[in-house]
């Protein structure tokens, strides 16, 4: 049972415009969240994170917005980059509770020139 | 930067084989895990490790087993080989504290014939 949802497999953006990378979630108990991107052969790489107490958080292009209530959060890359091409993962994190981190499937970002 | 090393990158084996995956980080981090991720799928949790003589087992039941006798160190072993065992292993590391981004290594392509 997927505690952590990306619903969309692949997104594909214009360079210079915003992409939207969506998670939904389910465990009430989670309360810490990250995004990673990957590369093809590569391992992931911590983009961003942010915890329940918050609603945003913004690192230069990337911004993570957080609905509690919706069990929603998201990934703002603005403006898209070709480097941005990439999976990226969302993962959650009980405080407190064993370490792991509980990720999605992630969503494939295709930037396209 | 994070310092994490896995190796082998790849390994192609045969059914039967004893198999040890390497993961080394240089950060001092006292925190370790290994993570199992099929491809399109998300990264399960398979171990992790608090520190030197610490071991516990993940989320996702595994056949593999890990040791950490030193604070950089976590390998992971199979014990007998099956093409079940064919899967992408990342190992991870992260400093003490509940909410710290993990770190992630390039990761190790196993396939078992």
């Known amino acids: 049972d997927q505690q952590v949802k990306q619903n969309s497999p692949s997104l594909s953006v214009q360079e210079g415009r915003i992409s939207i990378l969506n998670c939904d979630y389910t465990n009430s108990m989670f309360d810490y969240f990250l995004w990673y991107k990957k590369y093809p052969a590569e391992g992931p790489t911590f983009l961003i994170s942010?915890?329940?107490?918050?609603d945003k958080n913004e690192d230069g292009r990337f911004t993570v917005f957080l609905n509690k209530s919706a069990k929603h959060l998201s990934l703002h890359i603005v403006p898209s980059q070709p480097g941005d091409s990439a999976v990226y993962f969302c993962?959650?994190?009980?405080?407190?509770?064993?370490?792991?981190?509980?990720f999605g499937k992630g969503t494939h970002l295709i930037i396209q020139p | 930067e994070a310092d994490i090393y896995q190796t082998p990158r790849y390994l192609v084996i045969g059914t039967g084989k004893k198999i040890t995956l390497e993961c080394s980080q240089t950060m001092g981090h006292d925190k370790m895990y290994w993570y199992q991720q099929d491809p399109g799928m998300e990264l399960h949790l398979i171990h992790y490790?608090?520190?030197?003589?610490?071991?516990e087992k993940g989320d996702l039941s595994s056949e593999s087993t890990v040791s950490r006798i030193r604070t950089e160190h976590f390998p992971l072993t199979l014990e007998s080989a099956r093409p079940s065992h064919t899967s992408q292993y990342l190992c991870?590391?992260?400093?003490?504290?509940?909410?710290?981004?993990?770190?992630f290594g390039p990761g190790t392509r196993l396939t078992v014939l």
């Open positions: 490790s608090y520190g030197v003589n610490s071991t």
């Open positions: 991870a590391s992260s400093t003490t504290g509940s909410y710290n981004e993990q770190f």
């Open positions: 942010i915890s329940s107490i918050k």
């Open positions: 993962a959650a994190k009980q405080g407190g509770g064993a370490d792991g981190l509980t």
